[in-house]
């Protein structure tokens, strides 16, 4: 089945720089990679997505890449600030109805 | 609009009783998925309901078990609790119950097991 890996498991970074977080999935039917964000104390809220027939989607500060040949997705988070502390996940589905296999989570600590 | 609500929010139980979560969607929404956040394991898919049919379901013994009423509201039971079962449960409703669809999760329901 479907695997998916993510690094890193924690990142700490300065208010104002960029935070990278990438993943990589196994299977190669997996179709659509959402990154879900989680606040301390409630649940996991979606970002940003992607589909497996688009490279690369931007929405303000947040952008996500995907090499399919590879299997390697990415967030990117630009201009950094300590609201934007938390886990992220990816993850990956490649299944019928909403299962998503995901990465094992990135906390964030963006540092003012 | 309300989002996900799930109870009860915490809960304390003891090896080898049982346990039910309850999971109201966002109206509207006819998939309910659930899935298991642990430190170790991350999050893991349990099952997913559609239309008060189970859908999908993942690696997990049959312990663990769910349904969903005609109201799309879902509850999901765990039979002889393990000390291993403490976690947060989650609970995500979609709307469109496909696979490229967002998922909206409530804030959990948190199972510790002594």
């Known amino acids: 089945g479907e695997n998916v890996e993510q690094h890193p498991s924690t990142l700490s970074v300065q208010e104002g720089d960029s935070a990278v977080i990438k993943c990589t999935y196994s299977?190669?039917?997996?179709?659509?990679f959402p990154w879900y964000k989680q606040e301390l104390g409630k649940g996991p809220q979606l970002i940003i997505d992607?589909?497996?027939?688009?490279g690369e989607k931007k929405d303000q500060r947040i952008a996500v890449t995907l090499n399919k040949t590879a299997k390697h997705f990415s967030l990117h988070i630009t201009e950094t600030q300590p609201e934007d502390s938390a886990v992220y996940f990816c993850?990956?589905?490649?299944?019928?109805?909403?299962?998503?296999?995901f990465g094992k989570g990135t906390t964030l600590s963006v540092s003012s | 609009k309300a989002g996900v609500t799930q109870t009860p929010r915490y809960l304390i139980k003891t090896r080898g009783q049982q346990v039910t979560l309850s999971c109201s969607p966002i109206s509207g929404h006819r998939s309910v998925s659930w899935y298991q956040q642990t430190p170790g394991q991350g999050l893991q898919f349990l099952f997913e309901?559609?239309?008060?049919?189970?859908?999908n379901k993942g690696n997990f013994p049959g312990r663990f078990s769910g349904r969903q009423f005609s109201n799309s509201r879902s509850e999901m039971n765990v039979s002889t609790l393990e000390l291993g079962d403490s976690a947060l449960y989650l609970c995500a409703s979609s709307f469109t119950g496909s696979n490229t669809g967002e998922l909206f999760f409530g804030e959990g329901s948190r199972l510790t097991v002594l």
């Open positions: 993850a990956a589905s490649s299944q019928a109805g909403t299962a998503l296999i």
């Open positions: 299977d190669s039917a997996s179709n659509y």
């Open positions: 309901y559609f239309s008060e049919t189970q859908r």
């Open positions: 992607i589909r497996s027939n688009v």
